[in-house]
């Protein structure tokens, strides 16, 4: 089993940026994957970027192309969110993510291919 807990996450004006972090304990060791998904009020848990925890490619939901970049430390076991250009539409609580186990299961753009999961970290913008 792999713990996560996310940090960063706070009230921001439309325009700034944040980083969110998320740091990886137990099983880290057997880590594929890891990415941020974030839930909008009112909605459903969304994709947000994902990552091969090795090396390799980084996926990105289009409507945070250009604005969002994430960054992976392995010797810290810690993933980085960081969040440019906030727009109020960015307001959610985001989870980080991480999918375990003996080979990668893709897509990284699905919910379900990640069993472990941080308690989330609220993201709020303003306009």
């Known amino acids: 089993q792999v713990q996560l807990v996310e940090s960063g996450g706070g009230l921001v004006q439309a325009g700034g940026s944040l980083r969110l972090s998320c740091a990886a304990s137990?099983?880290?060791?057997?880590?594929?994957?890891m990415g941020w998904f974030r839930q909008p009020p009112g909605k459903e848990r969304e994709f947000v970027a994902a990552?091969?925890?090795?090396?390799?490619?980084?996926v990105y939901a289009d409507s945070v192309k250009g604005r969002f970049s994430l960054d992976r430390d392995i010797a810290k076991n810690t993933v980085y969110l960081q969040m440019n250009s906030l727009k109020p539409e960015d307001a959610a609580v985001y989870y980080c993510?991480?999918?375990?186990?003996?080979?990668?299961?893709?897509?990284?753009?699905?919910?379900?291919?990640?069993?472990?999961w941080g308690q989330g970290t609220q993201v709020t913008v303003s306009s």
């Open positions: 993510a991480a999918q375990d186990g003996s080979r990668f299961r893709g897509p990284m753009t699905r919910i379900t291919n990640f069993g472990s």
């Open positions: 137990g099983r880290a060791f057997s880590i594929n994957a």
């Open positions: 990552t091969i925890w090795s090396g390799g490619s980084t």
